[in-house]
């Protein structure tokens, strides 16, 4: 395996109108392709911080993001956002699906945002997405006629869209029962056996996840213990 992430002394301080907060300091870690690595803490440890270094949401105040040798905060305004959406699926706890929209318009939307995949083909390539999370005959229905499992196999499925390498998963199961997040749990082993390399935020102690190790923060910092 070669290295697809390196994160090197990520800092992130937040000025408020009193004091300033420090979220990460000096975070260091690399992540080899084809991985799946679990981010876990308590909350306030900075793991959703951590999420937004690592896809482009937020600039570090110091360090360095390298995702498949691409330093992504040299990365400006729509390069960033074009970078992320080609090459980053995320996941969400609250699915974050367009209520007005179809689950089919869900799943083809960052299609038509990253123009990778031909517009003849989009159609196409959402349906054979939604077969494979195994929900096909939900691509008319909307978000709010479907369950929370379903609606979390949607948001797996828009992730996937561009056919990313790199996905962010952000508790994904945290709403989920466990039936449900077992079945999340296989649907992320079986992106692992192709090869996605996949950061993994939960708190759950227990995991069906076939993870190659776990990263803890505490206050900013990553655990030595």
Do not use: C
């Not at 800092?11 to 990460?24: C, E, M, P, Y």
């Not at 570090?60 to 400006?76: A, F, L, N």
């Not at 995320?90 to 318009?105: A, H, K, W």
């Amino acid at each position: 395996m070669s290295t697809f992430i390196e994160v090197k002394n990520l800092t992130k301080i937040f000025n408020g109108s009193d004091k300033r907060f420090t979220a990460l300091n000096g975070v260091s870690f690399s992540v080899e392709k084809g991985e799946l690595v679990i981010v876990s803490g308590k909350s306030g440890s900075g793991k959703s911080t951590l999420l937004n270094m690592l896809s482009g949401i937020d600039q570090p105040t110091q360090g360095e993001v390298i995702i498949d040798q691409v330093p992504i905060h040299s990365y400006k305004g729509n390069q960033l956002a074009a970078w992320r959406g080609s090459n980053v699926g995320i996941v969400f706890q609250f699915f974050q699906l367009m209520p007005t929209l179809t689950i089919l318009e869900n799943v083809m939307l960052p299609m038509e945002f990253a123009s990778i995949v031909p517009q003849n083909q989009q159609k196409k390539r959402a349906l054979e997405l939604l077969e494979r999370m195994d929900i096909v005959s939900l691509a008319n229905k909307f978000p709010s006629s479907i369950s929370g499992g379903e609606k979390q196999r949607v948001a797996i499925a828009r992730a996937l869209a561009n056919n990313p390498q790199f996905i962010i998963a952000d508790e994904p199961t945290g709403n989920l029962d466990s039936i449900n997040t077992a079945s999340i749990h296989q649907l992320f082993n079986s992106l692992v056996d192709e090869g996605k390399t996949i950061v993994y935020v939960t708190h759950e102690k227990d995991t069906a996840l076939r993870y190659s190790r776990k990263i803890e923060l505490v206050d900013g910092q990553i655990s030595t213990k």
